[in-house]
């Protein structure tokens, strides 16, 4: 059976007006031309969707029935031809960027200068968030791609990697550890840590060194969301953080930033949601990849950082 779109528009007309007349004023049709299509359309189904007399017309129980189908399908195919206008949108005008704290570091402005160069008609949207969402909007759909530290909760994502950075201590300058060029994860086990609260249950236990301790918590205290918080908290003693390279290069009072020598490091990575066909989410992928590996000596760089630790105040 072939049912046109023009029929079922017709017949919920007639089913809302309960009245040809009224129902072929509001479509802008004949009236003998609209009671054709609806008898047309009940023949098709071999069913009376109306019962006429010559003072009124109703619904039978069946063209009730049909009726609420006939509404969910037309709700249906107006959020799918917005849904695919917005994304023919995206692909070809704009594409949403989220961006963990720090980004790709020195890495992301060559990056999106090259997706520039190749895409000048593209609005890059950079959407900026805290250690809260680990996925920078991917998880819950807010952006298209991103930049991102592991590990996180990553079900139904994708990555390609940009660069590992080795975990960092962030002490108060008084403690008794702060002298050090570098330190064990063993010798952190009992200090009060700062973290992002219970969020991401991976982040979280990567960021409390949980790897490192045979199941005993971790003493954690008061949750904090970005790098400055960290930073203001740890020079205040309400606790020690662990952290990355480029924190060791913000020059705050009170603050010392030193290697874990044994802990994991973690992963810079451009993220994307695993189904996102998207040609834009492609070429960023392939952009950011290809950026990496024109920049060796950078990447180096990014990877070193930890072998120059600022020496400590006196």
Not at 126 to 153: M, Q
Not at 278 to 299: G, K, Q, T, W, Y
Request: glycine residues 4%; charged residues 20%; proline residues 6%.
């Amino acid at each position: 059976m072939e049912v046109h779109t023009r029929q079922l528009q017709y017949f919920v007309a007639v089913a809302e007006e309960l009245s040809f007349t009224r129902a072929a004023q509001r479509l802008h049709v004949s009236q003998q031309g609209l009671s054709t299509q609806i008898k047309q359309l009940e023949h098709d189904m071999d069913v009376t969707l109306f019962s006429r007399t010559t003072r009124q017309v109703e619904l039978t129980a069946a063209g009730a029935a049909f009726l609420k189908h006939v509404r969910n399908a037309f709700a249906a195919l107006s959020s799918g031809l917005e849904e695919a206008r917005a994304v023919h949108r995206g692909e070809h005008d704009r594409l949403v960027l989220g961006c963990l704290e720090g980004a790709a570091l020195t890495l992301t402005e060559p990056i999106l200068a090259a997706f520039r160069a190749r895409h000048p008609e593209v609005t890059i949207e950079l959407s900026h968030f805290t250690y809260e969402t680990p996925s920078a909007g991917l998880a819950n759909g807010e952006v298209d791609v991103a930049f991102v530290r592991r590990p996180f909760v990553d079900d139904g994502l994708r990555f390609e990697p940009l660069f590992r950075q080795p975990l960092m201590a962030m002490l108060p300058t008084r403690h008794r550890l702060a002298a050090r060029t570098e330190v064990s994860a063993a010798e952190l086990l009992d200090e009060p840590i700062l973290t992002s609260g219970p969020a991401d249950p991976v982040w979280n236990a990567f960021w409390r060194l949980e790897s490192h301790r045979d199941g005993r918590p971790a003493p954690v205290v008061h949750p904090v969301k970005t790098l400055l918080e960290e930073l203001h908290q740890v020079a205040t003693g309400m606790g020690i953080a662990m952290t990355v390279p480029c924190a060791a290069w913000i020059k705050w009072p009170g603050v010392r930033v030193i290697p874990v020598t044994d802990a994991a490091p973690n992963e810079v990575a451009v993220c994307w949601r695993a189904g996102n066909q998207s040609p834009l989410v492609r070429s960023f992928v392939e952009v950011a990849r290809r950026v990496r590996d024109e920049n060796p000596d950078l990447v180096a760089r990014l990877q070193e950082l930890h072998h120059a630790v600022p020496a400590m105040s006196s």
